[in-house]
Every structure is written in C-alpha cells, then in structure tokens.
C-alpha cells in the first residue's frame, strides 16, 4: 500500500503541481486528484484500524474500528473452548481483516496483523479468532478465569 501511495503522490506532484504530463498518456489533472484521493483514503482509513480486545471475568469483548465501533461482547456462558493459537491469515482467512474463513468449520476473523489469535468455539458450533499482538498476556487471563470456572 505504501509503494502504491508514493507512487501516486508522486505521479500526483509531477503532473498537477509541476505541470509535466505523467505517461505516454496523462489524464485530466481533475481525474488525477479525483483517483489520487482513493488510495490516501484507503490508506488513512487502514492506519486508523484497531482492533481492542478485552478479556474479564464475565465475558471477551473487542471492537474493530472504524468498521465495527460497538463492542461485540461473548459471555463465557457461549463459549465451549478458548485458547491462544498460531493462524495462517492468507491460507486461513484470506489475509487480514474481518474475514470469513476460507475452509468451511473455521468460522470468522477479526484481526489486523500477524498470525497469533483467540480462537474462541462458541456452544452453538460458531467459530471465532480474533487476533492479538499480546499473545501471552491474553493466555493469561484467559487460564486465570478458566480456573476460576
């Protein structure tokens, strides 16, 4: 995405700032703002992605901003099985995201980065992974409150 971007910008300088016609054949400088501004979008709007997970006594909630601003919230009441696993997000899920899984039976991923995540087995047969750059402490918490039950 950032090669892309720089290549843009500077496509974007060359011929509307500079007035030098970028390629054999430049577009209007109207359309060249118009599509400079989709990929600075896309990029603005994945910069300000968070995923935020918390993990209690009572319940696992995140939220996936800016795409899912209220927290999903899944009592452990729902919740047959939980652990910390390593993931392959491009053979899994497709890449990064919220995601359906590629194979049938692995359900749905909310995740951002890396290849570490919370996979949650619901008791109605729903898979969940959410993905976390804090595998450690997560497992943490999550056999802290498993002894408790």
Known sequence: MIV??????????QQ??????FGTHPVP????????SIPLLLF?????TELRTQINERQISFSYRPFIQREKVIEWSDIK?????????????GGWGIRLAIKRGHGRAYNVSGNMGIQLELVNGDMIL??????????EK?????SLN
């Open 16 to 21: 509307v700032l500079f007035h030098k016609p």
């Open 142 to 146: 999550i056999k802290r409150i498993q």
């Open 81 to 93: 099985n939980c652990y910390i696993r390593i993931y392959n997000p491009i053979k899994e899920y």
């Open 29 to 36: 400088d109207w359309a060249f703002i118009f599509f400079f």
């Open 130 to 139: 959410i993905g976390t750059r804090k595998p450690k402490e997560a497992e």
């Open 44 to 48: 603005l709007l994945l910069f300000r």
């Open 4 to 13: 892309i971007l720089g290549l843009v910008i500077f496509a974007f300088v």
